[in-house]
């Protein structure tokens, strides 16, 4: 039987070929462990990259150990998260989350997950609060590993434009569907290049169409040039 996305998978191949000629293939670097992530993450939610760091130097220089994040005060884990906004939310997000994955696994790690089916995986992390599909599968990817997708807005915005999905399709939908369209080897230098490409010429506002090397594989410039 015929693969109705065959089409779809052809033109993610191009994409994919065509962004490791520009930007090469992105190199494996070491990341966060799954609670690091998991922590980092929440405090990544309304700011920048560099608030979110400071934040969580400074949790990690006042609590020696994610376990004493768990049992400690909200009121400390507050005020060390001050920088990255937000503190009176989020204090109390990090520590219910440490919370709750201690109850349910007797201890306050998430290595069981590699044993896991993905889409197991994925839905036991989303059941804590602040954790949604993207924060599951960087966690997946990044931290352990596994084959899954993370789709942030970059890379929503830039394969919405490309028409690898539809235009209506939520970032949260759009974590299976591109899942399915790409080998998981991919995942990684795929989802790296997607990203740089938006940072660097598929602009939210203003993409530098003029400049691009997808504009014969994108929807977007086809539709603004007829
Ligand atoms: S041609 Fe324009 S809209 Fe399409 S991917 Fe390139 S910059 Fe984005």
């Known amino acids: 039987m015929t693969d109705p996305n065959q089409s779809l998978k ?20 070491p990341h966060l462990d799954p609670i690091s992530e998991v922590v980092s993450t929440i405090l ?10 400071r934040a969580f130097e400074r949790l ?3 609590f020696a150990t994610w376990e ?19 503190a009176q939310q989020k204090a109390p997000r990090i520590k219910g989350a440490l919370q709750f994955i201690t109850q349910e696994r007797g201890e306050l790690s998430l290595d069981f997950l590699k044993g896991m089916p993905v889409d197991e995986a994925k839905a036991w992390l989303t059941q804590i609060k602040g954790i949604g599909p993207k924060t599951a ?3 997946l990817l990044f931290s352990l590993g596994m084959p899954a997708f993370p789709v942030d807005t970059h890379v929503h915005r830039v394969t919405v434009r490309l028409g690898l999905i539809g235009p209506k399709v939520s970032a949260e939908k759009a974590h299976d569907l591109l899942e399915d369209l790409l080998p998981p080897d991919w995942y990684y230098p795929f989802h790296l290049n997607v990203i740089r490409h938006g940072r660097e010429i598929c602009h939210a506002r203003n993409p530098k169409c003029e400049i691009c090397p997808l504009q014969d594989l994108c929807d977007y410039y086809r539709e603004a040039a007829s």
Request: hydrophobic residues 40%; charged residues 30%.
């Open 10 to 29: 052809a033109k993610a191949q191009a994409v994919h070929q065509r962004l490791l000629e520009v930007y090469g293939q992105p190199e494996w670097r």
């Open 60 to 62: 990690r220089a006042r």
């Open 137 to 139: 599968a960087i966690i």
């Open 68 to 86: 004493k994040v768990r049992d400690g005060p909200v009121e400390a884990i507050e005020d060390a998260v001050r920088p990255a906004g937000l």
């Open 44 to 53: 990544s939610q309304n700011t920048t990259d560099v608030n979110r760091d």
